[in-house]
């Protein structure tokens, strides 16, 4: 296995909590050879940066960004030593090497687990294209009931469990209620989705559909949660009318 | 690390696990039947707590409700995963279901988006502990145990998580 340090899959913008100081670090990414990329299962890295914590100041990489698709092809970022970072030298050594995996793997044997449904990658995209439109008619529909401020997010590269939010002010209850009933009303005639989540309005009403999760705040509520800020990384999806 | 498994049960101790600014608490009641003995992930409880950063809007001894999102005592899923973190912890809500913090700490179980707690789940950064259908990346897990029923330990974080 060759082990690359790979500083262009993750643009210093998209890395969330870590890049606050100075210096550059590489991240050490095995590249499996592609026959046995087959059969492997990487038993990787990821390690999510608590927030708000900063480990070392990078010593931990959040990955979560490119991983999706990054991992089709059988890659793996290991949370191993950052070379460059002076801090992570002396660092603690929760961080695991590179010998560690290499003994696991001849103590254990390689494949450990395999999913048994992760869909191709045209698939994947196709389900995204179908929640995306589902998406954008909840943002129309909420627009029409004179939602403020409405975001669609792209979150499926930060969360696993959802691809798409939805994020909404209303100016009083009734109003989330409104908006409440229109967005499920369309999901059940046009989509055939029936929503979990909040039934009564809610000062923070969220609706799930799966794949999308509605959030419909008041003024007040929003600005506490601050849920955009969260999901800063998040891309904007761009909304064919104004908000 | 705890050797015991119990379930949260009334003069149960947790942790919090989000940023309402409580530090430790104590169980006095679990929502459900009346005398409902024990609390599981997902599960809201009374508390009163115990202690708590000064000066902020939860105080020590005030008695309010919460939801427990991890505990010592294993999930189990249907399809065999078992889960178990290493302290029990819970994070407070109000009477709609509505997180009082504004965020979430730790690994958080996809259990709680079944229950409708989904807005916990939004609000936790760690995601919640990926499944192996859902999960978009892989955690590292260093394999402990490789136990008699050709299952392995594997220890996540502060989780173990028996495969």
Known sequence: ME??????????????????????????????????????????????NSWPVDHNGGGYVSSSLQMGRSLKHQLSISPGPSVFSPMALGSDTSVDTDDMFDDLF?????????????????????????????????AKVASEVKAGDIRVLFVKPLVYWTRFFIIATAFSRPQIDAIGTKIRDMAEKQFGRVAAGDSKPNSWTLLDF?????????????????????????????????? | NRLQNDMIQPQSHLNV???????????????????????????????VIKEAVPNMPLERSKVVRFVV???????????????????????VIDQERNCKGTRIFGAIARELRQLHFTKIVSLALEGALPGMKEQKWIHEGLITDSLPNGMFRVRLDNEDLIL
């Not at chain 1, 955009?228 to 009318?241: Q, R, S």
């Not at chain 2, 608490?25 to 409880?45: E, F, K, P």
Request: one cysteine or more; aromatic letters at 8%; hydrophobic letters at 40%.
């Open chain 2, 17 to 47: 696990a989000d940023n309402s600014r409580a530090r430790e608490l104590m169980c006095i009641r679990i929502i459900g039947a009346s005398n409902r003995q024990y609390a599981h992930i997902g599960d809201v409880i009374i508390i």
């Open chain 1, 210 to 243: 799966g794949d999308v999760v509605v959030h419909i705040f008041l003024p007040p509520q929003r600005a506490f949660y601050n849920l955009e800020e969260f999901y800063g990384n998040a891309t904007l999806i761009e909304l064919p009318f104004e908000s």
């Open chain 2, 69 to 91: 999102v991890r505990t010592c005592k294993e999930l189990k899923r249907d399809n065999g995963m078992i889960i178990r973190y290493d302290d029990n912890a819970a994070v």
């Open chain 1, 106 to 138: 001849k103590k254990y044997g390689k494949v450990v687990f395999r999913s048994s449904d992760q869909k191709s990658a045209t698939a994947d995209i196709d389900d995204d294209a179908e929640s995306l439109s589902f998406a954008v008619a909840a």
């Open chain 1, 3 to 48: 082990i690359k340090s790979a500083l262009l899959l993750l643009p210093n913008s998209s890395l969330p909590f870590t890049t606050s100081s100075g210096p550059l670090f590489s991240v050490h990414r095995r590249h499996l050879n592609p026959p046995e990329a087959q059969k492997l299962l990487p038993l990787p890295a990821t390690k999510l």
